[in-house]
C-alpha cells in the first residue's frame, strides 16, 4: 500500500505587492492552519516518510510547519522546484521517482494543479482550499504505478 497526501499551501499574505509570486509569505490564519492540519493527520495515524514541495515561501513555509509539528527528522522534507505552479502530470511525475520504500509521501503545492490532481485521483474533489489535505490510497508497490491505478480510499480534510 501507498499513501499520497496532497496539501495546498496555506493562506497566504497578499499585503505586499511589491513581492513576487513566489515569495509571498503565509498569513497569520495560514500560520495556525498548517499544524492544525498536521496534528489532524497524526491522529488519523498519518505520517509522511517523505515530503516534497514546492519552492514557493508560501508552499515552503506550510511544508515546514506540518514538518515539524509531526516531529519528523531532517531530510524528509525536500524543496523541488518543478512543483511551484506544477500541473497534474508533473506533480505525478515527481510522485513517481520516490523511492519505494516510502509507504507515504506528501507533496505541497499550489491550484489549480492540486484541485486538478486530487479530481483525477478521486472523481469526487472538485476544489482544494487553502491547506487542505487529501489523503489517497492505493493498492500498489511502486510510486510508478499511482498514475495508472485508482485509489482505494480516499479523505478531504480541510481547515473550515
Known sequence: ?????????????????????????LNDRGRRDAPEMATRLRERGVVPDAIRSSTAVRARTTAEAMAGTLDLPAG??????????????????????????????????????????????????EHMPTCAVAEFRFAVWSWSEIPDAAAVAVHLDTPR
Open 1 to 25: 500500500m501507498k499513501t499520497l497526501v496532497l496539501v495546498r499551501h496555506a493562506k497566504s499574505a497578499w499585503g505586499d505587492p511589491t513581492l513576487a509570486d513566489h515569495d509571498r509569505p
Open 76 to 125: 524528509v522534507l525536500l524543496l523541488d522546484e518543478r512543483l511551484y505552479g506544477a500541473g497534474p502530470d508533473t506533480i505525478l511525475g515527481v510522485v513517481a521517482e520516490l523511492d519505494d520504500e516510502v509507504g507515504t509521501a506528501m507533496v505541497v503545492a499550489h491550484d489549480p494543479g492540486m484541485s486538478d490532481l486530487a479530481y483525477r485521483l478521486s472523481g469526487e474533489i
